[in-house]
C-alpha cells in the first residue's frame, strides 16, 4: 500500500510568518511530487510540482525534495490571509496518491 | 472543453439504490482519476486510466464500485446498492499524460453524493 503522511494540522501562523508543511511517502521509487491547495468547498489546485532532490522556488513557494529521506515539504513565505487553505501532498508516477491534507490558517 | 465536467454537481439517494456519477476529461488527456473525499478528509485514491491500458483499480473499496472508460474520453463510476457510506465528494481528475514523470493533475468540481 502507498502512503503519503501529512500532519493533519491545524497549522496556525501570523500574518507575514513563514508556514512550513510536511509530507514523508512510503513508494521509494516514486519520482512526481506535488503541492496542491484546496480552498473550502473547493477542488484542489496546483501550486508546486518537483521531480529533482533539492529546493525549487516560484515566488512565496518553495517546495523541498530529499528522496533518501522520502520526505516533500513546502514553505510559504510572507503567509497572507488568503493562503489560509487545506495543503495536500501527492505522490506518484501513475496511481496519484495524495496524503489527508495539512490545514493552514493565517491570522492577520 | 475548457475543463473537467462532471455531472451531476449534487446527487441524493436512497440506501441500496444505484448511482452514475460522469467525468468529461480535458480533451486530449490521455490520463484520468477518480477520487474519493468524504468530509474534512483527504482524498482517497479510487482507479487510474490510461490511455488503452488496463486500467489500475487498486482503489476501488468494494466491488459495489465500478468504473469505465471509453477510449480517451468520458468515464463513468457506478456505485450498486449504496451505503450510507458512500455519502462523498468524487472528484474526476485528468492530465494530459500519466506515467513517470507524471503531469499536473485539473480537478473538476465533483459530485456530491448523499446516501439517505
Known amino acids: 500500500q502507498k502512503e503519503v503522511e501529512q500532519n493533519s494540522g491545524p497549522l496556525s501562523v501570523p500574518e507575514g510568518a513563514i508556514a512550513s508543511l510536511n509530507c514523508t511517502y512510503s513508494d521509494r521509487v516514486s519520482q512526481s511530487f506535488f503541492w496542491y491547495r484546496q480552498y473550502s468547498g473547493k477542488s484542489p489546485e496546483l501550486i508546486m510540482s518537483?521531480?529533482?532532490?533539492g529546493d525549487k522556488e516560484d515566488g512565496r513557494f518553495t517546495a523541498q525534495l530529499n528522496k533518501a529521506s522520502q520526505y516533500v515539504s513546502l514553505l510559504i513565505r510572507d503567509s497572507q490571509p488568503s493562503d489560509s487553505a487545506t495543503y495536500l501532498c501527492?505522490?506518484?508516477?501513475?496511481?496519484?496518491?495524495f496524503g489527508a491534507g495539512t490545514r493552514l490558517t493565517v491570522k492577520p | 472543453g475548457a475543463g473537467v465536467s462532471q455531472s451531476p454537481s449534487n446527487k441524493v439517494t436512497e440506501k441500496g439504490k444505484d448511482v452514475e456519477l460522469r467525468c468529461d476529461p480535458i480533451s486530449g488527456h490521455t490520463a484520468l482519476y477518480w477520487y474519493r473525499q468524504r468530509l474534512g478528509q483527504g482524498l482517497e485514491f479510487l482507479i487510474y486510466?490510461?490511455?488503452?491500458?488496463?486500467?489500475?483499480k487498486s482503489g476501488l473499496p468494494s466491488d459495489r464500485f465500478s468504473a469505465e472508460r471509453t477510449g480517451e474520453s468520458v468515464s463513468t463510476l457506478t456505485i450498486q446498492r449504496t451505503q450510507q457510506e458512500d455519502s462523498a465528494v468524487y472528484l474526476c481528475?485528468?492530465?494530459?499524460?500519466?506515467?513517470?514523470?507524471?503531469?499536473?493533475?485539473?480537478f473538476g468540481s465533483g459530485t456530491q453524493l448523499s446516501v439517505l
Open positions: 481528475a485528468s492530465s494530459l499524460v500519466g506515467g513517470a514523470m507524471n503531469e499536473k493533475l485539473f
Open positions: 518537483i521531480y529533482s532532490n
Open positions: 501527492a505522490v506518484g508516477d501513475n496511481d496519484m496518491r
Open positions: 486510466f490510461q490511455g488503452n491500458s488496463a486500467p489500475d
